[in-house]
């Protein structure tokens, strides 16, 4: 299968799944709320929010085993050698880091009733909880040396398949157990039911693909190694920064503020945090073909606006919808109770959606060139500056201190350094770089600020799911004739692309 015809079935395979799984993920949200109180929901939120920081601690192995895969597609001997050198110098590499993480929660679990506020009805069961969960992660760890070829090899459509599967039968099988009355518990029981599910059929795909690389202690290469930890070292620092900006918010929150708070935090920003997702998987799914022509700094460009272009369009369309729908939306969903007000919405959507979806798409395009060393220890910075801006302004403000804090700090540092990176190192035209973020920004803003003049009283009065969906469908048309417009010259090059001999 042709590079464009192999992503764009990546592409809209990761769309179909991951707009499946928001749904699956709103549907049954209300269920597993409803089966538990605020506070044993805002809990397991920070609970597996701290744990996830574990999961990220591969030092970057993965993204440096990705890169370095997805330039081995050929099926030579040559190729498969080295193949056979990246899986299994990644496999014994995570073994010990899951060790390693496994007898860090051992470790560490006395302390989690330090760092989370958690009520004395519940504290006895942090501990066991914060045990078993970091050993599963360390269980994890083993299975990305697996897992990982099937996307680096544009096999895209597989590999969304498995994390749709893992996904599916984790958010199921919680359902099913807060239905059960495990509480807190359900959590546990599901991912590690789901994680058995997912890794079973990652190895039956792994033995049906590759059949021929061996896991051989002789095939460990040092040298193989340093390379990727080079690279991927890098990716892993701003992982980090990632996961501190988007995920401490609700363990300031919790610490500051109240669990019921991090609920209603949680569940106001769920949307737009859940098109954020659709729209990075544009980049994220585009990133092994990129690697491929990286060192051809016009393609480059070309692509990379392109992917910019689309990636804006359908975020700043979303934008818009959300300002209209959340509110009737969670009154149904949920109940309004939490609903962190309409300015507060605003604001997140601004931050998930415009303010951090152009860096994505740039940061993604640098990683495949495999330019990450600066950007990534700027977001090193931008973290540190958001713990301590979203600290001072949350004891001020509430729940909207974070909001301002991850703004203020990203606009200070990232925000500007990571196109400063691009235009400098792959010599982007700044007018260039410009348009392709502010020419769907605009246009699409133009359309929204219609729509949502002439709707806002209309959303404010929905009662049932029926008119919410159509009002919501009718209101999302508007919305395409900005997107042909912005992005006419990628559908009828895909189209012809798709149609070529």
């Not at 990546?10 to 749904?23: A, D, E, H, K």
């Not at 970091?134 to 990982?148: D, E, F, P, T």
């Not at 690389?213 to 040092?222: C, M, Q, R, T």
Request: hydrophobic letters at 50%; aromatic letters at 14%.
């Amino acid at each position: 299968m042709g590079r464009t015809k192999s992503t764009l079935l990546g592409i809209l395979s990761s769309q179909f799944f991951t707009i499946v799984s928001t749904l699956l993920s709103l549907v049954t949200t209300p269920l597993i709320v409803k089966g538990l109180n605020p506070q044993i929901y805002g809990l397991s939120i920070i609970i597996f929010q701290l744990i996830g920081y574990l999961g990220q601690f591969d030092f970057g192995l993965s993204a440096g085993a990705s890169r370095f895969l997805a330039a081995t597609r050929a099926e030579d001997a040559e190729h498969e050698i080295t193949v056979n050198k990246i899986i299994s110098t990644s496999f014994g590499v995570y073994l010990i880091i899951g060790v390693a993480i496994a007898l860090t929660g051992l470790i560490l679990a006395p302390l989690a009733l330090r760092i989370i506020n958690v009520p004395p009805q519940y504290q006895s069961q942090v501990k066991p909880i914060v045990t078993i969960v970091c050993v599963l992660v360390g269980a994890q760890m083993l299975l990305r040396s697996i897992s990982g070829i099937f996307f680096a090899h544009q096999m895209q459509a597989l590999s969304n398949s498995l994390s749709f599967i893992l996904l599916v039968s984790n958010t199921l099988l919680t359902v099913l157990f807060v239905y059960k009355g495990y509480e807190l518990w359900s959590f546990v029981y599901a991912q590690v039911a789901s994680f058995m599910i997912n890794m079973l059929i990652n190895l039956f795909y792994f033995r049906r693909y590759y059949s021929h690389i061996k896991l051989k202690p002789g095939n460990f290469d040092k040298g193989l190694l340093r390379q990727m930890f080079s690279y991927g070292f890098f990716i892993f620092l701003n992982g980090i920064a990632v996961q501190i900006v988007f995920q401490t918010d609700r363990v300031v929150i919790g610490s500051l503020v109240s669990l019921t708070a991090v609920s209603v935090y949680s569940l106001t920003t769920r949307v737009p945090e859940l098109l954020s997702a659709i729209v990075w998987k544009i980049s994220d799914n585009a990133f092994p073909g990129i690697v491929e022509i990286a060192d051809d700094e016009e393609k480059f460009r070309n692509i990379h606006n392109k992917i910019m272009k689309l990636s804006m369009t359908v975020s700043t369309a979303g934008f818009w919808l959300i300002l209209l729908i959340t509110l009737p939306f969670l009154r149904l969903w949920v109940g309004q109770q939490y609903y962190a007000g309409a300015f507060f919405l605003v604001c997140a959507s601004f931050l998930y959606l415009i303010h951090h979806t152009y860096m994505h798409v740039t940061a993604v395009c640098l990683n495949a060139a495999g330019i990450v060393k600066g950007f990534s220890l700027m977001s090193l910075i931008e973290s540190a500056l958001n713990i301590v801006i979203s600290l001072w302004l949350c004891n001020r403000y509430g729940i909207i201190g974070v909001i301002y804090g991850t703004l203020i700090s990203g606009t200070i540092t990232s925000c500007w350094y990571v196109p400063f990176v691009a235009i400098k190192r792959k010599h982007f035209r700044l007018s260039s770089y410009l348009r392709s973020i502010l020419q769907p920004v605009l246009l699409c803003s133009v359309f929204g600020l219609l729509a949502y003049v002439a709707f806002h009283n209309s959303f404010e009065r929905i009662d049932n799911w029926f008119k919410l969906i159509f009002y919501t469908g009718f209101v999302s048309l508007i919305f395409l004739i900005p997107s042909f417009l912005i992005n006419r010259s990628v559908i009828l090059n895909i189209k012809q692309r798709l149609y070529a001999k």
